[in-house]
């Protein structure tokens, strides 16, 4: 059980040393699954620190891309047409940024 703890304290530590260059929805993932799996190691066995680690992601990798404005969280979606490639954009207001519908940044 120790040793569990000590594995995933120690991923959960070189994992958020390497988010320098990661998006938010990376860094949420890889967080959240690393106090998922630190909170089920704690509170039952191997299985549980699965589990948590993978429902930890899961949400940890919404909420990054909810922060984003990539996932649900953008008021008008087909906001304007560009007609050179005839793709709809939208601007994201929290980013600063434009995106196409699909969620790809826009030149």
């Known amino acids: 059980m120790r040793l569990a703890i000590t594995a995933y304290i120690s991923a ?3 994992g958020l040393s390497a988010c320098a260059g990661m998006t938010q929805s990376e860094q949420g993932a890889l967080t959240g699954a ?5 909170a089920g190691a704690i509170l039952g066995d191997d299985e549980a620190a699965l589990a948590g680690a ?3 992601g899961a949400a940890g990798w919404y909420l990054g891309c909810r922060q984003e ?3 649900g969280n953008v008021d008008n979606r087909r906001e304007r047409l560009d007609q050179r490639t005839g793709r709809y954009y939208f601007y994201d207001s929290q980013s600063g940024r434009y995106f196409y519908e699909n969620g ?3 030149p």
């Not at 690393?34 to 630190?38: E, F, M, Q, V």
């Open 54 to 56: 993978v429902v930890g």
């Open 12 to 14: 959960a530590a070189l």
């Open 104 to 106: 790809e940044p826009y």
């Open 34 to 38: 690393a106090i998922g799996g630190a």
């Open 69 to 71: 404005g990539r996932c």
